[in-house]
């Protein structure tokens, strides 16, 4: 079984469709404005597409030629927005305990319930705080025990880890890694981190499409758009597998690790394998970036991580050129 969307919100210039299998955690990856919150709410049934289907295991929850629209009460799906939505007056242990109640489960046995959820996501100690007294991510982490107490078919993750400082999303990244597996999981981010740490499959979305989808580290480790490369934090380059590197349109050559089929060919190149030298691939400089300890150069067709005072010496516009240090990459073919 699996969760299988078709959805298309013309308004919002989303047409997509993916494929989570049952139990498994997918990332939706894309910058904001990419629709990855429309398409969640459309699974979610908040948002009702213009065409398209949306299928749980053997279960039809839209199908707009069909014209089966099932109402989100009905759809058995948990959604975690990035402001948490919790219930302002309730205390964090009714909050949790709200979805096993709707479900009709006793008072008590749904507060035991949640109190359970609550020591699951390490929030029990504020069990009794009222939702309106809790920080940013005490509170992500009592809508992420709501959501799962409510035992869904499907959870919606929307950018679980917005607005929370470095050390307590990292908490939360690492709580989510021991709560997801076996639990159907639609994931969205901007961060490849989440997909790495989290993800069993990524899809990528640009302008409202997935323009690629499959398991976690073959999309980010062979990315076969320029988008989805850079999303996985590395450089695309093209061209032709020759036994001696990869052949450019351009007539440059590329040194890779000796590989060689043929056909058009990829390589995926990380920034931090790149430097600034007297000879090798002629680009463009067009933005400098704050990496760390290190100035990220964007170029028309490669990143270079360099020393703050390489950096200073760069201008937008300038002509530099860059050469791979390290093991040659990997060639892979570009079907």
Known sequence: MNLVADVVVTHR????????????????????????????????G?????AGSVVFGDTVVFDAQAGVVLPPRKRKVALVTQSSELFPRMTAVDNVAFGPRAGGMDKFAAREQALDWLRR??????????????????????????????????????????????????????ML??????????????NALDAHALADGVAILDAGQVVEQGVTEQVMSRPRTAFAARMAGRALLTGTATPHGLLL?????VPTDGTHFPGPAAVAIRPHTIEIAADGLRDTVRALEPHGDLVRVHCDRLMADVAPATAMRLRHGDLVHLTITGPPPAAYPLL
């Open 13 to 44: 210039g989303v047409d997509a469709r993916l494929t989570v299998p049952w139990g498994t955690t997918l990332a939706l990856l894309g910058p904001n404005g990419s629709g990855k919150t429309t398409i969640l709410e459309s699974i979610a």
């Open 46 to 50: 908040l948002v009702p597409p213009d």
């Open 121 to 174: 996501v390490h929030a029990d100690e504020f069990a009794d705080r009222r939702a309106l007294e809790l920080s940013g991510g005490q509170a992500r982490r009592v809508a992420i025990a709501r959501a799962l107490a409510s035992r869904p078919d499907v959870l919606l993750l929307d950018e679980p880890f917005a607005g929370l400082d470095l050390n307590v999303a990292t908490q939360i990244r690492t």
């Open 177 to 190: 890694g021991d709560l997801l597996p076996g639990v159907t999981t639609l994931l969205t981010t901007h």
């Open 249 to 253: 349109d351009t007539g440059e050559l």
